[in-house]
């Protein structure tokens, strides 16, 4: 999915007003490669079937969890960073290493998928599914160390120059002890060591007794007591020396670029198995989540033995338990929630600050939630059906650009949302009514509430209107819910009882 697809997914759903981003923060967490970290970020709403698949993916990693059977993803890294090096300016040492790191988390991984496909079929799958990049890996295991340095034996070029270097390194290094025994100028030396300065080997000599040594002065030391200096008798070894480091770079320049190239042109099947050892990292995120967030894999509403619309047993929204696990909330108090049973469109009311729009926020991303396939943080017996979108007006965010009210911008939303209204999309309505005079306001709300109703749309709504609390008592799709309060404090409880206005 690329970004421009994958941002009209996430709009369809009301992604910005459910505050999606946050969430995958969250889910951030629990990411264990830089692939799983861009699988989270990229994160958009599925096809119905693909979400079907990840829900599936999930429950049958928890079962390999429960059997303490779960792959090790060493080695897994993002590709995108290794091809569009090797694209644009070729491959260093250190990205080749990440190369050679998912080449064989790639062969692995894939190896641990085809073994289990039996018991979990939807994760066995994904191995099937991966590209053969054996000869890839051969062809640099042949070439390049675990650490993704060039090995000698790359080509014969390479191996007779760093033998001949290793020579030259040992040759000139017994000269310079020979010379650092000597008696004229062992005295001279701040040490016996050899000493290496830009590149060449030196000897430490007294500043001031410098000239016993003839040859090259490299470098000084901070107290200016010592110079280094290369003896003329190592000079010419020293030269070919160089000469010898600069054909080695150069060779190991031509041996990465041949290696980039080659990378280069498996990069759709490099991408494909991003791909799919992402969906296999989104899998074990997502039992991260649901270990420390409580959350499960619903019922499907509508499916074969589960609720025909939504059905919420204690959920509670994933970024206050967040706040919670942080310290900065004391608890979440949870919420039961029902629509599209008995009736389509729910309406609810209560107190400022009562609970009414989180349980809209908190409906809205659990269905969002279903289409990413991940596991919401409810009880055992809830269902989300599969929406086709949803449409959202909550909160009182200015639509700037446009100059508009907040009321105007309420009304742009709503004409937004009321235009791909139908049975498969979910409509939330925050303070429908609100930021005008309350008549006015209560009367396009029944307009609205009735076209709504017509078009047979499941319906969240909350409100402070009492004409449109009365709405619910003329139709019977429609119901009332309220924002539980403490009678004796007048505090808000953050709890909705479904059939009281």
């Keep these: 999915m690329n970004a421009e697809t994958r941002e009209r997914a996430r709009t369809a759903f009301a992604a910005r007003a459910l505050e999606l981003d946050a969430l995958l923060l969250l889910l951030e967490d629990f990411v264990q490669s ?57 491959l260093e040492e250190s990205e080749l290493a990440a190369a050679v790191g998912l080449l064989g988390a790639i062969e692995r991984l894939g190896d641990w998928l085809e073994r289990r496909a039996g018991d979990v079929p939807r994760l066995g799958a994904l191995g099937a599914e991966l590209p053969d990049t054996n000869a890839l890996r051969e062809r640099l295991a042949r070439v390049v160390d675990e650490r993704g340095k060039i090995m000698s034996e790359a080509t014969p070029l390479l191996a007779k120059l760093r033998n001949e270097e290793r020579d030259l390194s040992s040759r000139i290094d017994g000269t310079l002890r020979q010379i650092a025994g000597r008696s004229d100028v062992r005295n001279v030396l701040t040490d016996g060591r050899v000493h290496l300065r830009g590149g060449r080997h030196c000897l430490a000599v007294r500043a001031k007794s410098s000239g016993r040594v003839k040859g090259i002065v490299h470098d000084r030391s901070q107290s200016e007591q010592s110079v280094f200096v290369e003896p003329r008798e190592v000079i010419p070894l020293a030269n070919r020396l160089a000469e010898v480091r600069v054909e080695e770079r150069r060779e190991l320049s031509r041996i990465l670029t041949e290696l980039s190239h080659e990378i280069s042109a498996n990069a759709p099947a490099l991408e494909r198995a991003g791909e799919l050892l992402g969906r296999l990292e989104l899998a074990l995120v ?101 929406y086709d979108g949803i449409a959202a007006d909550i909160g009182d965010e200015q639509e700037i650009s446009q100059s508009l009210s907040t009321f105007s911008s309420h009304l742009v ?14 409509v939330l309505l925050d303070e429908l009514g609100g930021g005008t005079d309350p008549d006015e306001g209560a009367a396009l709300g029944e307009a609205l509430l009735e076209r709504l109703l017509e078009k047979d749309v499941p319906t969240l709504v909350s409100t402070h209107l009492g004409r449109l609390k009365e709405f619910a008592f003329r139709h019977p799709r429609v119901e009332n819910a309220c924002a539980e309060f403490d009678l004796e404090t007048l505090a808000p409880c953050y709890t909705l009882v479904i059939g009281v206005p």
């Design 34 to 90: 830089s692939l799983g970290r861009r699988a989270v970020r990229e994160l958009a709403p599925l096809e119905e079937s693909d979400a079907r698949d990840a829900l599936e993916r999930v429950r049958e990693m928890q079962l390999l969890e429960r059997a303490g059977d779960l792959p090790s993803l060493g080695g897994l890294t993002d590709p995108g960073p290794i091809l569009e090096a090797s694209h644009k300016r070729g």
């Design 286 to 386: 997502s039992i991260g989540f649901a270990a420390e967030y409580d959350a499960r894999v619903p019922k499907i509403g509508g499916d074969a033995g589960a609720p025909v619309g939504m059905l919420l047993r204690q959920a509670r929204h994933p970024l206050l338990i967040g706040e919670v696990r942080e310290g900065r909330l004391e608890r979440v108090v949870p919420i039961d929630l029902r629509l599209g049973d008995e009736f389509s469109m729910l309406i609810i009311t209560g107190p400022n600050t009562g609970g009414k729009t989180l349980a809209l926020k908190t409906a809205g991303l659990f269905a969002l939630m279903l289409r990413l396939g991940l596991p919401v943080p409810c009880a055992d017996g809830s269902a989300i059906p599969f």
């Design 413 to 426: 939303r709503i004409r937004d949302g009321l235009a791909r209204a139908n049975p498969r999309v979910l």
